[in-house]
């Protein structure tokens, strides 16, 4: 399994961003978005989850944040409208085999990882 992620970049607050995973070689059960700030630990974003896809996220993002898979289920997606600065940090996709909500927020039980990518929201 090979996470390929593009997107990404710098932009004013309000601005939009996408990022994109392409997801070489998965065909589990849930794909996820996190991201880490400067000295934060890693924090669930979004993830997509189910065989008839349900998108989940976070109460930070939810309202701004749009995350989508593709109908082929090889790449997902992540929509960022109306980005403020506290969303500045290295986004990463992932994969997992959990299912449960409780599950699919923590990002020990995800198993494939993108490298990251950095997106800047300045004020």
């Known amino acids: 399994v090979n996470l390929v992620q593009s997107g990404g970049g710098s932009v004013a607050a309000g601005g939009s961003l996408t990022l994109s995973c392409t997801l070489n070689?998965?065909?589990?059960?849930?794909q996820g978005w996190f991201r880490q700030g400067p000295g934060t630990r890693r924090q669930f974003v979004a993830a997509?989850?189910?065989?008839?896809?349900?998108?989940l996220y976070a109460d930070s993002v939810k309202g701004r944040f749009t995350a989508s898979l593709d109908n082929a289920r090889k790449t997902l997606w992540l929509q960022m409208n109306n980005l403020k600065p506290e969303d500045t940090a290295v986004y990463f996709c992932?994969?997992?085999?959990?299912?449960?909500?409780?599950?699919?927020?923590?990002?020990?039980?995800?198993?494939?990882w993108g490298s990251g990518t950095q997106v800047t929201v300045s004020a």
């Open positions: 992932a994969t997992s085999w959990r299912g449960e909500h409780r599950d699919v927020i923590e990002d020990e039980e995800y198993v494939y």
């Open positions: 997509v989850t189910g065989i008839s896809p349900v998108s």
């Open positions: 070689g998965w065909s589990g059960y849930t």
